[in-house]
């Protein structure tokens, strides 16, 4: 894991940023400068035709080595330097030249090394994408061995000191540890179907008009044993007057609040707090799931729903498809999700926007009933 | 003669509560915590216990674990046991100089018999 990464590591930048722009400068600068000093000396034995080429070649093998814009400033600097130092020189040195020719030419030579530069670029870019689909797969084949040893061991275990012990009271405690594990080994199998389903296309939802505050409540119940566990807080904030009516499949969509219910404590330590809320906001009910947990950096806030992709490296349980399948989930149900959190360490929020459809209560309610937002149920 | 204290830091809860299960039996003071920063807490709190510790868990992993405690002179010289389902946990438990490593899933008498290694360790 840790060889490709140092390989991707070593690939060129994919675009030039203000931070790059002065080294880079100082590379082409350089090249060039080397390049022409080069061509300068061989003048006399190899003519005045090479120097283009020459500097075509180092633009192309500095995007090679640096990026697109290291190979580009090289581009646009040499051809600029060729133009100045060569063609009138040729002159100086009695060479008949065509007039109106040599601006063609190098606009032909600078157009055709900025293309280069570009093919280049684009080369080595697909290589590292499918590179780092590669990296997540071994990544997530790992993991998935890792999920499936963890459960194991505790049945095994369990067994184990039932084998020694028949006494109820090991019976009762081997029971509920063997029953649990064999629960997670389901999740992960389910998992692993999921994530075939959603490579193919064929995750699919079977709506009818249900009431929202069920499946995340129904979720609230599922995940409340675990957090417990971790000695986390879990409270939900839910209205259910009036009840917010949802098309939607009531198992995917309580799949997807215990998804985030389980990522919020899994990412969040000893203690931590985790907030559920529902309420309606003109024609949509939106959920969060806050959590006061580890965080999530801006620069995973863009990747989190990517397949295979979690936060710092992070080595916590589970495949890293569970936000891909979420996010998948919800834009079924004709919603969206998003993610938000004030950096590492201070906690993370998401938020699902599910449109509302009519239900047969909602229908008769009042505008009052319809801004009502106590809360009926705290755990 | 007082028991050995042992610290279990296990993000699994399952796993958690078998390995205290089993280290109980034993005859161990087993304290259990579900995080790497706890268990710093906690290895501070109990001078002389040695540390049963999980190499992968979100936030404070064991690796990350395990440099924090080499540059804290309180803890540093608490026994670790590296225990792991991880493929390649074996070669990260020899470059962290850990004392111990059990590869997931172990037995019960394995786990014993490393913690006992690890208790004669302290003694010696």
Not at chain 2, 10 to 25: C, N, R
């Amino acid at each position: 894991m840790s060889r490709h990464n140092a390989q991707l590591r070593r690939r060129p930048r994919r675009s030039l940023t203000q931070q790059d722009l002065v080294p880079d400068l100082g590379v082409a600068v350089g090249s060039v400068a080397l390049t022409v000093g080069l061509h300068w000396a061989t003048l006399p034995w190899l003519g005045e035709g090479l120097s283009l080429l020459l500097l075509a070649s180092t633009a192309a093998a500095l995007t090679s080595w640096r990026g697109l814009g290291s190979g580009m400033l090289a581009s646009s600097l040499g051809t600029t330097v060729a133009s100045v130092m060569f063609i009138q020189p040729i002159h100086t040195f009695g060479v008949e030249a065509h007039s109106g020719s040599v601006p063609a030419e190098t606009l032909l030579m600078f157009g055709s090394s900025m293309f280069v530069c570009w093919l280049i670029y684009r080369v080595r870019a697909e290589q590292e994408d499918s590179d780092a689909v590669h990296v997540r797969r071994n990544d997530a084949l790992a993991f998935v061995s890792h999920e499936l040893r963890h459960p194991l061991a505790t049945v095994q275990l369990a067994a184990a000191m039932l084998e020694r012990d028949r006494s109820e009271e090991t019976r009762a405690r081997a029971a509920k540890l063997i029953l649990s594990s064999a629960a997670r080994l389901g999740r992960v199998v389910d998992d692993l179907v999921d994530v075939t389903r959603l490579q193919r296309e064929e995750l699919r939802i079977n709506c009818a008009v249900l009431c929202l505050q069920d499946p995340i409540l129904a979720a609230v119940d599922a995940a409340s044993p675990a957090i417990a566990q971790r000695q986390q807080g879990l409270e939900a904030v839910v209205v259910t007057t009036p009840p917010l009516w949802v098309n939607g499949d009531e198992g995917r969509l309580q799949q997807v609040f215990e998804n985030l219910l389980s990522n919020a404590s899994r990412y969040s330590p000893e203690g931590a707090e985790i907030t559920v809320t529902l309420r309606q906001e003109g024609t949509a009910a939106v959920v969060t799931v806050r959590d006061t947990g580890l965080g999530i950096g801006q620069d995973m806030l863009e990747r989190i729903f990517d397949p295979f992709v979690r936060e710092n490296g992070s080595v916590a349980e589970g495949l890293g498809i569970g936000l891909t399948l979420v996010r998948s989930l919800v834009s079924q149900h004709g919603g969206h999700i998003t993610a938000s959190s004030d950096g590492p360490g201070r906690g993370s929020t998401f938020t699902i926007e599910l449109p509302l459809v009519a239900g047969p209560l909602m229908a008769a309610a009042t505008p009052e009933m319809a801004i009502d937002r106590s809360p009926l149920k705290s755990v | 003669m007082a028991s050995q204290n042992v610290l279990v830091i296990e993000d699994d809860p399952d796993l958690a509560e078998m390995m205290t299960w089993i280290l109980t039996a034993a005859g161990f003071a087993v304290t259990t915590v579900f995080n790497g920063f706890a268990g710093l807490a906690a290895l501070e709190r109990l001078p002389g216990c040695l540390v049963v510790l999980d190499l992968m868990m979100p936030g404070l992993d064991g690796i990350e674990f395990r440099a924090r405690q080499r540059q804290n002179p309180t803890v540093l010289h608490a026994p670790v046991l590296m225990v792991s389902a991880h493929h390649d946990a074996a070669q990260v438990a020899a470059r962290l100089q850990v004392d111990g490593f059990l590869q997931k899933p172990f037995m019960p008498d394995d786990l014993v018999k490393a913690v006992k290694r690890l208790t004669r360790l302290i003694a010696s």
